[in-house]
């Protein structure tokens, strides 16, 4: 496994985020290497300036400070009032356990994408478990939005990392799962 740190993002990191989103961006792959994951969020200076301030950008670097990794997590409030999020709000309250899961309860997790070359390296876990660590002191649950042709991230998100799918939230042309986890369970270890 190769060596890497987790911080927060600073405004030196952004080119080097937007160069990874843009190398895994949906319209930037070819349909034979969708399979290999991708990101479907189009990131900007402005929200990741927004981002950082709110403190909910986290980066993953290698031991020479190369940006491998980078992940969003964010409360509700934070996204305001969007045709996208008024479609996720409107799927709230979902029970997880016996426990409602609500706005005020949770957060969004997402996007996050992960350099190709360093994907099933620890990378993906690392970053979740600092964002939980971070977010567990005022929410019990975290949302996340997969695109359904995104096996690779569903996989990922579900099988490795514990996520339960809560349903499917159809917008535009593009049908995501909408996934849900306990922060406090993905704190450990």
């Given amino acids: 496994m190769s060596q890497f740190s987790i911080g927060l993002a600073g405004s030196s990191d952004f080119e ?3 160069a990874l989103q ?5 319209n930037q792959i070819a349909e034979a290497n969708l399979a290999d994951g991708f990101v479907t969020t189009q990131l900007t200076d402005q929200a990741l300036e927004a981002m950082r301030a ?3 950008l986290l980066v993953a670097r290698t031991g020479s400070g190369e940006l491998l990794a980078y992940a969003c997590a ?5 996204y305001g009032e969007s045709p996208f999020q008024n479609s996720a709000r409107a799927l709230l309250p979902l ?4 426990r409602a899961i609500t706005t005020q309860n949770s957060f969004q997790y997402g ?35 997969i695109d359904t042709r995104n096996i690779r991230s569903l996989e990922a998100h579900e099988r490795k990392l514990g996520f339960r799918r809560m349903g499917l939230l159809p917008f535009g042309n593009v049908i ?3 996934m849900a986890f306990k922060t406090t369970a993905l704190c450990k270890g």
């Fill in 176 to 178: 995501y799962h909408m």
């Fill in 22 to 26: 843009d190398q895994n961006h949906f």
């Fill in 95 to 98: 029970e997880f356990d016996g």
């Fill in 16 to 18: 080097a985020i937007l």
């Fill in 111 to 145: 996007p996050v994408c992960v350099a190709a070359s360093f994907r099933g390296q620890g990378v993906l876990p690392a970053l979740l478990k600092a964002i939980c660590h971070s977010a567990a002191p005022r929410f019990e649950f975290g949302i996340c939005f």
């Fill in 54 to 56: 709110n403190t909910g």
């Fill in 74 to 78: 964010n409360d509700w409030d934070f």
